[in-house]
Each structure stands twice: as C-alpha cells, then as structure tokens.
C-alpha cells in the first residue's frame, strides 16, 4: 500500500489561534504567576527603600529690559536670531562658573552639613539596599571625594549641581525654566532660588561692563588729578611767600590766562580720550580676533565716504580751535556756522553707516561670524569721537606749545610763577573734569537694568517626583507579568516535541489514535489503594483496554483498532509491528492493549515480543521469558513450545526467550521468515513488539516482513528531530508505516480544540 499519501506537511503558517494563545498561557500559569509575584515584589520593595526626590521649579524671562544687543540681520530672521540669544542664555545657565557662584554662595550662608548638595547625609547611616551597591562599586571615583582645598571643593561640588538642574528654554517664548533635584523639598528651591539669584548678579555685571571699567579708571585717574592739585597748589604757595609775589601785571596774567585755559582744554581732551579708549578696548576685547578684523576691514574699506565725511569733521574741529585760538567768541556766528557744518556731517556719516549696517555688509547670521549690531554701532561712534578728540588734541597742543614759547620770554620768576600758577590751573580744570565724568558714569551705571526678569520663584514641592509609587508598581506588575509570557513562549519556542495530534499533521504523519495518560486517569484509584502495589495492581495499570474496557484510554485503544483495520481497504492487516523512535515511549504498554482491542473482537492474537535487548513483555503477562522467539530461531525450541496462553481470551503470547548476541541477524534470517509466515497462518493477527527504531535495525527488519508500522510518539518527550528521522528511515526502506500514535497525553499538551473535547469526552465517559 502507498504510505506516502496519509498527510502532507503544512506549507503554509496557521493563522494565530486565540484560543491557542490561551491555551499556551494556561499551561504556563504557574510560570506567569510567579514571575508576576517576584518582580512585583521587587518592585515595592525598590520603590519603598529609594530615598524620596523632590523637584522644584523657577521661570525667568529673558530680555525683559529690552535687547541689549540686535544682530545686524534681525529684520531677515528674527526667530532665528531670538532662538540663538536664548541658547547662548541657556548655555549660560549651564556654566561651571554661574554653579561655583552659587555653591559658593550657598557655602557662605549655611553649614556645610546642613545641605544635602554640600554634603549632608553623606557618612550618615541607613542608606538604602542600592545606594549601598552604588557606593560600594564607585567608591574610588574622584567625584566621590572630599577635596581639601577650597577651590576643587567648589570645582567638585559644581559638577555635583550640575547634574541636579535641568535648564529647559520654553518653545517659542524667551522664557526659561530651571528646575532643582534634591532630597529636602525646602533645599531644591533654595538652590533654585539661589541659581536665579547669582545669574541675575551675572547678568547685571554684564550689562554695565564697559561703564563699570571706565568708571574704574576715572576712579583712579581722579585720585591721581587730586594728588596733583593739592601738590600745584602747595607748591604755588610756598613759591608766593617765599618770592612775596602776590600779582602779575596784566600783559603776563592774560598770556598765563590764555595758556591755561589752552592746556586745560588740551589735558579735557587726552582726558576723553583715554576714556575713549577705555570704552573701545572693553568692547574689543568682547570680540574675537577674528571678528576684529572684519571690524577693522568693515569701517576702512566698506564705503570711502565715512572716510571722508571722518576726515572733514576732524578738519572742522582743527578750524573751531584755532578760531577760538584767534580770541573768537565760541557764540560767535562765524564758529557756530562750522559747528553747524559738523553737526550735518556727524548725522550724514551716522546715516552712511547705519545704511551699511542695514545692507548687511558684513557677516550676518548665517556666516560663521557675525557681529552685534549695537556693539557695532557703539564702536564706529567712539572710533569717530576718538578722531575728533585726538584732531583737537592736537591743535591744542599746538596752540600750549605756541603760549608756553611766549611765556618764555618774561623774567625768570614770572616766568616759574605762571608756570605754577599754570599747572594749578590745569590740574584744577582736569579735577573738576574727571569728577563730573565720575559723576556721569555711577549714573549711568546705576540706569542700566539686568536682562532677566525672574517670573516665578522656585517654592518648596509638597510631593516627590520619585519614586513613582503607584507607577513602579504598575510597571512592576508589567513587568513580571510581560516576563512570564515571555518566558513561557521561549519555553514552548524551545520545546520541539510533539505533543499533540496537530504536531503530528504538521509533520505529514497520520494519527491513528491519541492516548491519554494512564497515571493522570488512575490518580483517584491510586490514591484509594496502599502505596506499596501489588503484582496485580500493577498488571491492571498496564493492561487498561482488558481490566478497564469502560475508561476513555480502552476506548482510544479501540478507536486506534479500528483506524488501523480501515487504514487498507484492498488488503486486511495481519501483522503490525509497533516500534518508537527512543526507548520509553509506550511502545511495550501500546502494542499489548492494542493486541487486547484485537482480541477482544473474537480474533485470535498473538503478540510477539521482538525486542531481543530489553524484552518486557513476559513481565507484563506474567509468564517466562524462556523459552521464546530466539530460542525457535536458534532450532532448540519449537513454536508450539514457546506460545502462551493468557488469561485474556483469544490473546496469545510469545516471549522473546534467551538473548542473543546477534538480535539483528537473527530477525533477518531465512528462519525468522519463515517463522513469521507460520505465526500468520495460525493467528488472525499477529503483533510484534520491536526496539526502537533509530536505535537498531531490528524494527527495520521486521517492519519489512509485516502488513503495517506502528510508532509511538510520547507526548512531550518525543522530539521533532527524532520524528524526522524516522521518516527518514520509513522512506528509505520503504516501510509499511500506517501511522503514528499519540501516548501519554494530558491536558496541557493539547491544543485548545482538542482541550476542549478532551474534557468533555472524559467527563461523558465517566458518567
């Protein structure tokens, strides 16, 4: 008969069955169960022994005082140009310097043992399971040590702060908001409060930068100008009563007039530029080397007209100095014409420049440099007012130099006398000068405003942001129950035996019968009988089909008796040899019930136990293994001397008698044919009990002689591999194999369908 026709194997993957996927997690119920219990209990107790954080919050605005500085293509891209100075304000939150600013502030007003960020807590006892782990682990690190000196403390606990705070801009708005970690709600606000207050100092020093340093220097040449003074002023007196001059006659008071008032305007002028040059070197020194240069090339080269219009202003001034010089009034039309000249110039030439400025003639945004507009603007008019002072410094000078050759003429001690009385003067004149610039720049300091604009205060949180309780629990929950899923479908990923009457069909074998297991139906009779069995109970565990003919394992017995008679419509079946892949599959326990289902039918049955290596037959029945097949094999016995009789009627046995040291070549002999031709005349059917298959050839060999091939397959402990090996050896040989046999089922190796109608049969038959 054609044995390659029972099933084909699946070619294609089987939709996912629900009640499949229910049915894995069933049988893995346990796994998931504590899975789910372990890591929700790791869980709590994670969550309840992690020390409590708290965050507090403070938002600030930038450029609340108005922008203090424009990039030259803020009409082209505004956003763009909002978003770049509040990155820069960001980066600027994040600095090392702006964190030792507040550490050190915070060192100044608290003890150091009185906040967790300078070291609170830190040799306490009590510290949680895995703060131990942490510190254990990371003990050597640098970070982790006192340092001695005051300046790496500061450096350390900087570091420390940084990773505690959490600069975020907020989307299309120039607000920022900063947010504080810490274990004590008041401290997180504390240093926010803290962070916010040293930023807003740093911003402020910022913004009066340059009027700070020029106040600074006016502070020093004041005291300086003050030291003269008083110095001229003692000398003239000293001078006067020792020579016991008290006046001058008019001619030499009018020439010390006139240089005096000369040299004072010249010193006012080297005066203002040195402040000048002050305010450029500040605001240079913001720029990099680079940007300098492009500065320098932007006002000399840009456009030859600022040029021009710079060198006629000097002019003009040089032509109001010496017409002051001639004795012309400053009010008189002829100077306040020039100065009217000038005025137009010096608004053309801010004109010019502000048009080059707007037509973007130098780097813009998009370039790898670009240049602050109003820094830009600030430099080009103190580089235009340094031109115009040191054009009359010069002229000055010239006109000190001219006076101070006339004063050289007169006699001697008129001549030290005006001298003194000249540098008194002038000292005087710079004095009352640099007090009035003094005076200017604390005001002018004093107007300009910090940038930032603190909108909310960081204030103490009444709750921790960590841990999580309710969601660690949750996620622990998750977890575990994610866990024992997974697991239990790597198990059955990684589990490749056959289980079921569907893993067979999957492997293209036909399933003559699914049998449950015995030990799992007798566990309530187990449980009546003494734990010590006897010889007959044991006998009745095995023998199911004849001492239990009403359970549902007789009845799949039947069920399998009556698959294999209807498995060949043209030839009935007389001999079946039933064989597995491994040993301790069922095969002795399968073929003596099916032999019984036979029987039972009025047949006359012989069952022949062929396994020659381990024969258990005869222990099944109770009879002698000697003699037995290999004994009429070997001639010293004959068949009629080795044939059983059993108890059961119409059942017949033949033990495997003594054991050779050559089954195979026994089983394949011209004897054991014709023993078998003989045995299949006597009996209407005859059943042998084989080896396995893979292991030796002796089922091979029989399964050559017999009408049919019966393996077992073990539920659960068969694997797939082995099964495909069989096959292999069926087609190869081309063995008669009328199908395979499930054995040892339970409920958890079913799937759901056949679960189902397991249950329902069992709880039908028991009934």
């Not at 000398?235 to 005096?260: M, P, W, Y």
């Not at 670009?370 to 010069?394: F, G, P, T, W």
């Not at 002038?426 to 604009?453: C, D, F, H, P």
């Not at 893979?694 to 659960?716: N, P, Q, R």
Request: glycine fraction near 4%; charged fraction near 25%.
């Amino acid at each position: 008969m054609d044995q390659n026709n029972t099933y084909l194997p699946y070619t294609d993957e089987e939709e996912i069955n629900l009640k499949e996927v229910f049915q894995t997690l069933l049988k893995g119920k346990w796994i998931i169960l504590s899975c789910f219990i372990a890591v929700t209990v790791i869980a709590i107790w994670y969550t309840f022994s992690q020390t409590p954080i708290y965050e507090a919050s403070n938002k600030i605005l930038v450029g609340a005082a108005g922008k203090r500085s424009v990039d030259i293509f803020e009409a082209i891209t505004p956003i763009g140009n909002t978003q770049m100075e509040i990155n820069n304000e960001v980066e600027i939150l994040k600095s090392r310097r702006l964190a030792e600013n507040t550490i050190a502030n915070l060192m100044e007003n608290y003890p150091m043992d009185s906040l967790y960020i300078l070291g609170k807590g830190k040799h306490e006892k009590g510290e949680s399971f895995f703060e131990w782990i942490k510190s254990t682990l990371f003990a050597g690190k640098e970070e982790d040590k006192w340092i001695a000196t005051r300046e790496d403390t500061l450096r350390a606990l900087a570091y420390k702060l940084q990773e505690i705070i959490t600069i975020t801009p907020e989307r299309n708005t120039q607000t920022i908001q900063i947010t504080v970690k810490s274990q004590d709600p008041q401290e997180a606000a504390l240093i926010g409060n803290t962070l916010v207050y040293e930023y807003y100092k740093q911003d402020l020093e910022r913004s009066r930068g340059a009027m700070s340093e020029v106040k600074s220097f006016i502070e020093e040449q004041l005291a300086q100008v003050e030291l003269r003074l008083k110095t001229s002023e003692d000398s003239l007196r000293t001078f006067q009563q020792r020579e016991g001059i008290v006046n001058i006659d008019e001619s030499s008071k009018f020439l010390l007039e006139q240089l005096a008032s000369f040299e004072s305007e010249y010193f006012k002028a080297v005066a203002e530029l040195e402040i000048n040059k002050k305010q450029l070197e500040y605001l240079t020194r913001e720029m990099s080397a680079k940007e300098q240069e492009l500065l320098n090339e932007f006002i000399q080269t840009s456009n030859p007209l600022i040029l021009e219009l710079q060198t006629k202003i000097a002019k003009l001034e040089a032509s109001v100095v010496e017409a002051i010089a001639k004795g012309i009034d400053e009010n008189a039309p002829q100077i306040q014409t020039i100065k009217l000249q000038m005025e137009k110039m010096k608004e053309r030439l801010n004109k010019e420049t502000q048009f080059l400025i707007n037509r973007g003639y130098i780097p813009g945004p998009n370039d790898p440099l670009s240049i602050n507009q109003n820094m830009l603007e600030d430099i080009i008019r103190l580089q235009i007012e340094q031109i115009l002072l040191q054009s009359k410094a010069i002229e000055f000078k010239k006109l000190v130099d001219h006076y101070s050759s006339e004063l050289d003429q007169l006699p001697q001690v008129i001549i030290t006398y005006t001298q003194l009385e000249r540098e008194r003067l002038v000292n005087e004149n710079i004095y009352i000068l640099m007090k009035n610039k003094y005076e200017e720049s604390r005001i002018t300091e004093a107007s300009q405003i910090s940038n930032v604009y603190v909108i909310d205060q960081a204030v103490a949180p009444l709750e921790p942001i960590s841990p999580r309780k309710s969601l660690n629990i949750l996620l622990g929950a998750l977890i575990g129950l994610g866990l024992g899923i997974a697991i239990v479908y790597l198990k059955e990923y990684l589990d490749t035996t056959i289980k079921s009457k569907e893993d067979l069909d999957k492997e293209g074998i036909t399933t003559l019968a699914v049998i449950p297991e015995i030990n799992g139906m007798n566990k309530k009779k187990k449980q009546e009988k003494n734990s010590k069995k006897s010889e007959e109970s044991k006998l009745e565990s095995r023998l199911i089909t004849h001492f239990d003919p009403k359970s549902p394992i007789a009845e799949a017995y039947r069920s399998m008796r009556t698959n294999i008679e209807l498995s060949s419509a043209d030839k009935p079946i007389k001999s079946v040899v039933v064989t597995s892949a491994g040993p301790g599959e069922g095969k002795t326990t399968t073929v003596a019930n099916l032999a019984i289902a036979f029987a039972q039918l009025e047949q006359k049955t012989l069952l022949v136990d062929a396994d020659m290596r381990r024969p258990t037959l005869h222990k099944v029945f109770n009879v002698k293994r000697v003699p037995g097949l290999a004994d009429i094999i070997a001639g010293s016995n004959t068949v009629e001397e080795c044939i059983h009789e059993t108890k059961i009627e119409n059942l017949y046995i033949l033990p495997s008698g003594n054991l050779p040291p050559n089954p195979s070549e026994m089983l394949g002999s011209k004897k054991m044919r014709d023993i078998f031709q003989q045995l299949t005349e006597q009996y209407d059917k005859v059943f042998f009990d084989s080896p396995p298959l893979i292991a030796v050839t002796d089922a091979s060999l029989i399964g050559k002689l017999c009408d049919g091939m019966v393996v077992v397959v073990k539920s659960g402990e068969t694997h797939k591999e082995a099964l495909a090996q069989v096959q292999t050896i069926v087609q190869q040989i081309k063995l008669p194999m009328l199908g395979a046999v499930v054995n040892a089922i339970t409920p958890k190796h079913m799937k759901a369908g056949s679960y189902y109608y397991y249950y329902r049969y069992m709880n039908y038959q028991y009934k």
